[in-house]
């Protein structure tokens, strides 16, 4: 099989860390985000939503969406369990590996492609054309704020963001964290669970591997 990669950029990363964390090594075609190399026709032909990571099966299925990606690699390498291993847990790391994505990975993304020089008309990945909003931007520097701050409360009194295991949601919510430096975001001094928990997640080996 076959990783479709642009290790630079932050949704790649969440899937590179995943896979270090269980010891899995996959082929990488790198694909070029500033050539715009996921909007070519053939890699389009191959995932219509034009974005970055994208698995290609020995067989040609192609998976793109970073959770059906997760949740393929869960299921054939298990251990250690990313996804969470009870029913309960299971529910959890989806609850929060999704609330990190959208209320804060693409909270960082509004304001991000809203406002970057070589983003415009490029506002949305995808594979159609958005123009920039000063708005938008604007509003997600809120909600970037407000992402801060959820997740300080989530990660008080809990070593981790789904409970006491660590997971998915954890990746994300780092990878999230360390997008909001491109905004130039930084976590509040004032979250000091959510900082506790950012170093002890970025020192693990997995995610130094792929800073
Ligand atoms: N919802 C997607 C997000 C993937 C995504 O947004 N990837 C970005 C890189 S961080 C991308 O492919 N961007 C292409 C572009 O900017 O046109 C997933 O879960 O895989």
Redesign the pocket.
């Known amino acids: 099989m076959k990783l479709y990669d ?1 290790p630079q ?4 990363r969440r899937v590179n860390i995943f896979l270090a964390e269980k010891g899995i090594a996959v082929e990488r075609v790198p694909v070029d ?1 500033m050539k715009g190399e ?2 070519r026709p053939e890699y389009r032909a191959k995932n219509p939503a ?4 994208m698995l290609e099966l020995d067989d040609g299925t192609c998976i ?4 059906a990606i997760c949740r393929y690699f869960e299921e054939i390498h298990p251990q250690p369990a990313l996804l969470g291993s009870t029913p309960t847990e299971k529910a959890l790391c989806e609850m929060w590996d999704h609330l990190a994505f959208m209320n804060g990975l693409l909270a960082v ?1 509004e304001v991000f492609r809203n406002t970057a020089k070589g983003f415009a008309d ?1 506002a949305v ?2 594979p159609h054309s958005y123009p920039q909003s000063a708005e938008l931007a604007e509003r997600g520097r809120a909600r970037v704020g407000n992402f801060f701050a959820d997740f300080e409360q989530q990660l008080t009194g809990r070593p981790y963001v789904a409970g006491d295991f660590y997971s998915v949601a954890d990746i994300t919510t780092l990878v999230t964290c360390d997008f909001a430096k491109w905004i130039k975001a930084d976590i509040p001094a004032e979250c000091v669970n959510l900082k506790a928990w950012y170093e002890r997640v970025s020192a693990r080996p997995a995610v130094q591997a792929n800073r």
């Open positions: 642009y950029a932050p949704n790649p985000l996921q909007l034009c974005d970055i990571p793109s969406q970073i959770r993304a490029r990945v995808g």
